[in-house]
């Protein structure tokens, strides 16, 4: 191989840059590159064809990880298909970044609008159904065709696991996209239940996978909920804290391993969240702290962490005092019709939740 195809000449790499890491053969003969120089660079091994007439980095495909691998895998079929294509399920969510856990698909999916429901058209590079399309959903983002989040949320519930489409429908919720409207038009559909269950108990105030992670557990094992990132203090709102169970006086906190990992102030944040425990349990409040490992791989001892503290402290008349916002930022103290109910969830999984 020649000097100059060790690496991806520099116009190349920009033009990849720019097209969201796909570059198909329409983009590149608009900014004058011709196909058959993508073809010996992918004979080169510089390029990797991830659909006819679409190409990735082979540099940047080896280390991506494996979600990032299918988002895109997803948009080289979506700009192959064609404009009447529209990626779903877990091929839209990692289009509009909604947050991943667990493994990624080994299929791309996408759907075709027709009056004929729920065929399926199989190829080499993913699958599409045909399906009726409502009105509003369907999208285009960064150049290639996706359902709205909302619907790639419920879709991904309903033909996999609901902890991942919870995840990832808790930042759909916060940021202010509908979950139902997809899962109206899916009724009928296989598996809606789960998309449904996930829709009625996504919570915007989550704010990481990890304390979603921490609220699911609760459901499984038919614990009481907590509030999402409540604040507490001393006749004001000092901290805001992961999870809050105010008939009990117990806080979670999840501590991702980004907090600490790499970072030349870890001493320092150490040293503060240590002042932040104290003050929290000067305030009455007890807590709990739990990691990655924890509550993905080992909810059931979670669950018994969070069991044996409620049950320590079981049987307050009234909730510890919190807030949902600080004051003067438009927010309210919360009236008692707002308190989460110091008995279990009483709520159950779908059939199939975990498959």
Avoid at 12 to 39: M, N, P, T
Avoid at 309 to 315: D, K, S, V, W
Wanted: glycine share 10%.
């Amino acid at each position: 191989m020649s000097a100059r195809l060790r690496i991806l000449p520099p116009d190349v790499a920009e033009l990849i840059d720019r097209c969201f890491g796909v570059v198909d053969i329409a983009a590149a003969a608009w900014a004058g590159i011709d196909e058959s120089r993508l073809r010996r660079l992918a004979a080169a091994g510089l390029l990797v064809r991830l659909a006819p007439g679409c190409y990735g980095s082979a540099a940047v495909l080896a280390a991506a990880s494996s979600w990032t691998k299918h988002r895109l895998r997803s948009r080289a079929f979506a700009l192959y298909s064609g404009d009447s294509t529209f990626l779903t399920g877990w091929s839209s969510v990692v289009v509009w970044e909604l947050p991943t856990v667990g493994p990624a698909p080994r299929r791309v999916t996408a759907i075709r609008s027709s009056d004929t429901r729920h065929k399926l058209q199989q190829g080499v590079y993913g699958d599409i159904r045909i399906v009726s399309v409502p009105q509003g959903q369907a999208r285009r983002v960064q150049g290639v065709g996706v359902m709205s989040p909302g619907w790639a949320v419920a879709d991904a519930a309903r033909s996999g696991p609901v902890l991942p489409a919870l995840v990832a429908a808790d930042a759909a919720a916060a940021a202010g996209h509908d979950l139902r409207a997809g899962v109206v038009a899916m009724a009928g559909w296989p598996g809606v239940g789960r998309a449904r269950w996930v829709a009625e108990h996504a919570d915007p105030r989550a704010e990481s996978p990890l304390e979603t992670l921490g609220r699911f557990t609760c459901l499984q094992f038919d614990l009481p909920l907590p509030v999402c990132n409540a604040w507490v203090g001393e006749g004001e709102p000092e901290y805001r804290v992961d999870g809050l169970w105010p008939f009990h006086g117990v806080v979670f906190e999840a501590d991702g391993a980004l907090k600490y990992d790499n970072r030349p102030d870890a001493s320092r944040i150490v040293a503060r969240q240590g002042e932040r425990e104290w003050r929290l349990r000067r305030l009455g409040l007890d807590v709990v702290r739990f990691g990655w490992d924890l509550a993905w791989r080992n909810r059931e001892e979670l669950a018994a962490r969070f069991a044996g503290l409620l049950r320590e402290h079981a049987g307050r008349e009234r909730p510890v005092r919190w807030w949902k916002h600080v004051p003067g930022t438009g927010a309210v103290d919360p009236e008692p019709a707002d308190w989460p109910s110091p008995s279990p969830s009483g709520i159950v999984l779908p059939a199939g939740w975990d498959q």
